[in-house]
């Protein structure tokens, strides 16, 4: 019981372990997009006071912080997609 009692306390944590990097993995991506977002919005003004034209930087997929599947995966209930 005690080995039992343990164990499922230690996939508790790795559980909450799991969604906190979930959580801090997509506040990274959702700052590199604001960085790469600013940056082109610099050159794109920078341009337009040079009557230069500005190189078209590539298209980036936008990300969205997975809040849900954080949740779920701190609640236990897995990280599948609905």
């Known amino acids: 019981m005690l080995f039992n009692k343990i164990m499922l306390v230690l996939i508790g944590f790795g559980f909450l372990a799991c969604a906190a990097a979930a959580v801090v993995y997509d506040v990274y991506l959702a700052l590199q997009l604001n960085r790469i977002l600013e940056r082109r919005n610099h050159s794109l003004e920078a341009s337009r006071t040079e009557k ?9 997929r936008r990300g969205v912080i997975r809040w849900n599947e954080a949740a779920r995966t701190a609640a236990g209930k897995g990280a599948a997609r609905s």
């Open 52 to 60: 230069v034209r500005a190189p078209h930087a590539p298209l980036i």
